[in-house]
């Protein structure tokens, strides 16, 4: 094994040391030669299209036992960018990485190695994680090559790779937020509440990539924004800013999703194309792993340490609350109301109670059905008209139960700026989350604004631990 690891140093050297003189031919040979000594005597060229063609990369299918195929490319120098600046800067690809990886996935190929014999880069296509990189042969040598020999392989040794742990991608997704929200403020004059907006619709709008939640198709939306992202990594990339503004104005004109709600001074701001190009060009760069609620949630996991307590806080059971919804009725439920506290309960309450009020609305739907059954007529006289009479007595709580537990059935008491914008982001993902697991698509997000409210000065636990409803939201039943 040192004796192949040596040679592999040797190949590495003598390519660049013969660069200048070296044809397409001799890079085949040279990638052909690195990948024998990794064991893989006979690797099957193939012919890419597309962005792959570009780059003029030399491909190869590595197929193992098992069926594990692994894509290699090998690229001219010049094209693969130092994979360490890359993830000091939080990103997981550069342009050319991102490039394979995609295209590759469209391929159904797990695996992508991308080395130009000096800097290599290895990923997973189905999460995009980089699982391996080298900034010179040497590390290759100590990193990469056992890994990548043939036998190792067929004994499973790829799906063996440790993958960072959720507190490193979170760090990551926090660092390069904070190095645009401080761009951003450096650059405009806009202040740290609207920066931060700027990086959470960009969070909002490629968790919605992953969620078939939009009656109208998030292909578009996605399509859109890509075709934006690939404009601003050209050569000019004039007019992005305009056009970002647009897209988010869209967002709420479309889908009335809170966070892009109007903000003239972000839309001047983001006018200038020399801020929201590269802006977007880097956030392309960024692995979809990383947009998860549970690394966006940990990704705030920084600062006063109370802060850092609240995100990691694991929701404790309430015995009041849980017998206050238990003994909700159809009678009552449309005016029942759940209010937590974020400075005592911490961020993860939200998804807690969030999910137990969307349950019961759940539960009592079922019983609203089995009642209706047993006083209707027989399935087989059961007529349209006969049916949306009964469904018009069908509380309005078990119609849309997310939608009504944004409306009537849930707050969250905010304690501060920060609270206010954690709250907003994490309920935004949790609702988009709730309605793709439930299979329901909308056509507009609920409004969260009787959601997140101010925390009064002194808030009696009384409130909270037992709720009460508020007259605006007390059931009125109909006489």
């Known amino acids: 094994m040192r004796e192949a690891s040596v ?19 001799e890079q085949l040979r040279y990638a052909e030669d690195l990948l024998g000594l990794l064991g893989w005597e006979i690797p099957l060229p193939f012919t890419p299209q597309g962005g792959i063609a570009a ?16 894509a290699a490319y090998f690229l001219m120098p010049g094209v693969l960018e130092p994979p360490s600046a890359m993830l000091d800067r939080g990103l997981d690809f550069c342009p050319a990485t991102r490039t394979l990886v995609d295209e590759t996935r469209a391929l159904n190929v797990p695996y992508v190695l991308a080395t130009d014999l000096y800097r290599s880069y290895f990923y997973d296509t189905r999460t995009e994680e980089l699982l391996l990189y080298a900034d010179d042969p ?30 490193t991608v979170a760090r990551q997704l926090r660092e390069w937020a904070q190095r645009w929200i401080d761009h951003t403020m450096a650059r405009t004059r806009i202040g740290e509440e609207l920066a931060c907006l700027l990086i959470d619709r960009l969070l909002v709008i490629r968790f919605l990539f992953d969620h078939d939640i939009l009656r109208r198709t998030r292909w578009r939306l996605q399509q859109r924004f ?44 983001l006018a200038n194309d020399a801020l929201a190009a590269p802006l977007l060009r880097e956030f392309t760069l960024i692995a979809r792993s990383k947009f998860t609620i549970e690394t966006i949630l940990e990704s705030f996991n920084h600062g006063d340490p109370s802060e850092k307590m609240r995100v990691r806080m694991v929701p404790d059971e309430n015995e009041e609350r849980d017998r206050y919804l ?18 005592e309960e911490g961020y993860r309450a939200i998804f807690h109670w969030f999910d137990k009020v969307a349950a019961l609305y759940d539960r009592l739907d079922a ?93 009696s636990s009384e409130r909270v631990m037992s709720p009460r409803v508020p007259k605006e939201f007390q059931y009125e039943p109909n006489r």
């Open 226 to 269: 890509e075709d934006l992202a690939g404009r601003a990594a050209g050569a000019q990339p004039d007019g992005v800013g305009e056009a970002l503004t647009r897209l988010f104005h869209d967002m709420w004109f479309d889908w009335k999703i809170d966070l892009f709600e109007a903000a003239p001074e972000l839309d001047r701001a």
């Open 326 to 343: 238990q003994k909700q009725s159809l009678e009552t439920v449309d005016g029942a109301r759940i209010e937590i506290d974020l400075l």
């Open 7 to 25: 040679e592999i140093a040797k190949l590495c050297e003598a390519w660049w040391d013969r660069l200048a003189d070296s044809s397409r031919n």
């Open 138 to 167: 040497k590390t290759f040598n100590s990193e990469f090559a056992d890994t990548l020999r043939r036998e190792r392989i067929e004994r499973g040794a790829l799906e063996e790779l440790r993958r960072q742990p959720r507190s």
């Open 55 to 70: 780059l003029s990369a030399a491909p190869y299918l590595l197929r193992a036992r098992g069926q594990t195929l692994v």
């Open 367 to 459: 019983d609203f059905d089995a009642r209706a059954r047993a006083v209707g007529p027989p399935a087989e006289d059961f007529d349209l008209f006969a049916w949306s009479e009964v469904n018009s007595r069908r509380p309005s709580a078990c119609a849309d139960r997310f939608a009504h537990a944004c409306e009537r059935g849930f707050g969250v008491y905010c304690a501060g700026p920060r609270q206010h914008r954690i709250a907003r982001l994490l309920l935004t993902l949790h609702l988009i989350r709730c309605y793709d697991q439930a299979r329901c698509p909308v056509d507009a997000l609920p409004s969260l604004k009787n959601v997140i409210m101010d925390r009064p000065r002194v808030l």
